[in-house]
């Protein structure tokens, strides 16, 4: 999979993620922690409006050759960076509370963004991820089967909007963290 996205992407996918909230933690300094939130969190969010909405779409409405072309540049490549995405998010903001010394008397707003961000990244680590590592097998096989690739990204598209849910609602939970519920 890090062949086929090719492999300075791969590198950057998983370095850039994982190592910005690490370095926004070891900087000391809250303002630094919460830019590198924001602008993951922001990354994730719009990545998974535009998959939900657009992108899942116009794949489904593909053909089954332009289909297979499309996924052969997109699957391992999203696969590959929003792992690592999802997991910088959730330690930024997880850090972020810390630094901000919000885990001494946590709101109903910091455990329901907890609850929120565990259960995204079950999805995201299991059933999102079986689908999508289903469909490059299926890409990488020498005889396709379209049906079954067809099949992997339905069920894929149907749980992205249950992803997208889940991420507006965490977002919510940002606004109320900000406010003090
Ligand atoms: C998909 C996941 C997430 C997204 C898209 C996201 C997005 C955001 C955004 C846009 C802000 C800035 C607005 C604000 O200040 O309220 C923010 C702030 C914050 N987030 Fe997140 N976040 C996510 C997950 C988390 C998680 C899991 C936690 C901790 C358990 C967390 C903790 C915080 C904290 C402490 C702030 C600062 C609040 C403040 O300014 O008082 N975030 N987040």
Known sequence: ??????????????VVPLGLPVLGYLSNNIQVMFTVH???????FGTSVLGAV???PVMGS???????????????????LMEPVSVGVVGSG??????????????PS????????IALLVLGFGPLHSFTTGMFDEIAAEETDHERLAALNKKYGMLSLVELVLMIAIVATMSGIRWGF
């Open 1 to 14: 999979m890090a062949a086929a996205a090719t492999r300075p992407f791969a590198v950057g996918a998983v």
């Open 38 to 44: 924001l602008f993951l969190g922001a990354f994730w």
């Open 54 to 56: 657009v992108l899942g």
């Open 62 to 80: 593909l053909s089954a050759e332009a289909n297979l072309e499309f996924a052969e540049g997109f699957v391992p490549k999203m696969n590959l």
């Open 94 to 107: 997880i850090g972020l509370a810390s630094m901000m010394g919000l885990w001494a008397s946590p709101t």
């Open 110 to 117: 910091l455990w329901a963004a907890l609850g929120l961000a």
